[in-house]
Each structure stands twice: as structure tokens, then as C-alpha cells.
């Protein structure tokens, strides 16, 4: 045979490419139509620029976009971060408590509810300018997702290996730590990617309610110029991070779980 079975299956990059070459070419699709659409119909770039215009002007005020995308990475990774610790402790407290997990879910269910265009001026108003309201905000949109995964993977547990632990004479906390939890971990990395993708959207529309500087800010000044070319290209910096802080959930499951393939959870 001219190849062996490694080579007919491909090498690992070349796997990796091939899955993602569908999402890929429909990327550049739509791209390539809106650019031919802008500039085969006349349209005012002042009503939409092309991919191309915003392109460059990303490039030209690079420096500008980079000053304002910091103060938005931090208050994302930062209520992001308070989101994680707040949800992981509450899963801890309503798994061992079913009575205070029928007193609070419906509050957390509530607390999803609330528009947040209505919730963030007052936060503001509450906190000031800094960096605070922003990341309360980021946390109230992230926890929820990260939260309900947990408890599902707590429950997900097999019965069969706490009762083997219960017979053993493992406490409580011995059979949560060495079952429930380690079960519930596929979960809460897929909360974690759900929840990731909220944490720079909320983080921008906070600075729309009222910051100094950010993305948010950014784009609203913008905006209020007419330029939607850099109003763009502030979305395509904050999608960009977004993709990343995606990539770096999937890569932080590889490290915690290399046995497990994220791309097989989130592949259509």
C-alpha cells in the first residue's frame, strides 16, 4: 500500500484544519459578498463601510482601539473571575442543601431577568465611574450559565459510585470531592464557554452606561461622529477578543481534562 493507515487518516493539523474549513469558508463568504455588495450598489460608507475600510481604519487607529480594549479586557477577566468563584460557591451550598436550592434558584432565575439596559445606569449611579460597576455587571450576566452546569453536573453523578463511597464510610464532602465534583467538570467547561461569550458583551455595555474609557466608550464616541468604520472596528476588536477568551476555555480543558475533546461538544 502506498500510504498506511496514519497517513490516510491525515495528521492531527491537518484534521484540525480540514473540521473548521466549512465555519472558514462561510466567514469569508459573507465577507466577500459584503464587500462586493458595497461596491457594486453605491451604498455611503457612511452607512456602511466595507470590510476592507474597516480593516484599515482598525489598522490606522490601532493605538486608540488597544488604550480603550485594556480597560474592557480587565473589567471582563476581572467579573469574570468574581462571576466564577460566586457560582462555584453556590453550586457547593445548594448541592448539599436542597432546601436552600428551592429558596434560591428562583431568586438566581429572577436575577436573569432583569434587563440590563434598565439595571446598568443604576449601577453606575450606585458605584460611580470605576471599575466596580463594570464588574458587576460582567458577573450578573456570567454566573447564571456557569451556575445551573454545575448543579446539572453534580446530579449527573452515577448513583453506583457514591453508594460504593457511602458503604466505604466517605463523608459528605469525601463523596462531593471524589465523585460529584470531577463529574460535573465536562459541564462546567461548557458553562464556562457559554458564560465566556456574555462576559465582553456585558463589560462593553456597562461602559456604555457610563465610563471614562473602553471599547464601550469607544464605539459610543463613534458613533456620536458618524464614523461607523470605527464603530466596526471596535466590534471586530471585541469579537476578536471574545474568540480568544473562547480559545483559551477550550485550551484550559485540554489541560484539566486531556481525556475529553471539546471540539466534539460544540461541533453542529
Avoid at 466549512?22 to 470590510?51: H, N, Q
Avoid at 471599547?215 to 464603530?231: E, H, M
Amino acid at each position: 500500500m502506498a500510504f498506511d493507515a496514519q497517513s490516510r487518516r491525515g495528521t492531527p493539523l491537518s484534521r484540525h484544519v480540514c473540521r473548521h474549513l466549512p465555519a472558514i469558508g462561510a466567514i469569508a463568504a459573507i465577507f466577500v459578498l459584503w464587500e462586493a455588495y458595497v461596491r457594486l450598489s453605491g451604498i455611503s460608507a457612511t452607512a456602511l463601510p466595507s470590510p476592507s475600510d474597516v480593516v484599515e481604519q482598525a489598522w490606522i487607529n490601532r493605538d486608540a482601539l488597544w488604550r480603550n480594549t485594556l480597560p474592557t479586557l480587565a473589567a471582563t477577566l476581572a467579573g469574570f473571575g468574581c462571576s466564577l468563584i460566586v457560582a462555584f460557591a453556590l453550586s457547593i451550598v445548594v448541592d448539599f442543601s436542597p432546601l436552600l436550592r428551592r429558596a434560591l434558584f428562583p431568586v438566581f432565575i429572577a436575577s436573569q431577568t432583569l434587563p440590563l439596559v434598565a439595571i446598568a445606569p443604576l449601577v453606575v449611579l450606585w458605584f460611580g465611574f470605576g471599575l466596580l460597576p463594570k464588574i458587576l455587571l460582567v458577573a450578573l450576566v456570567t454566573f447564571f450559565p456557569m451556575l445551573v452546569a454545575l448543579v446539572e453536573g453534580y446530579a449527573a453523578t452515577e448513583r453506583e459510585i457514591e453508594e460504593l463511597l457511602a458503604s466505604m464510610g466517605a463523608s459528605g464532602t469525601r463523596r462531593f470531592v471524589t465523585a460529584r465534583l470531577p463529574s460535573a467538570l465536562p459541564y462546567f467547561f461548557a458553562g464556562l464557554r457559554i458564560s465566556v461569550t456574555y462576559a465582553v458583551v456585558g463589560a462593553i455595555f456597562a461602559e456604555y452606561a457610563g465610563a471614562v474609557s473602553g471599547l464601550g466608550i469607544y464605539i459610543l464616541t463613534a458613533k456620536n461622529n458618524f464614523r461607523p468604520d470605527l464603530v466596526l472596528a471596535a466590534v471586530l476588536v471585541s469579537s476578536l477578543l471574545t474568540l480568544a477568551l473562547f480559545g483559551a476555555t477550550i485550551l484550559l480543558q485540554r489541560i484539566v481534562m486531556p481525556w475529553a475533546s471539546p471540539a466534539k461538544e460544540i461541533r453542529p
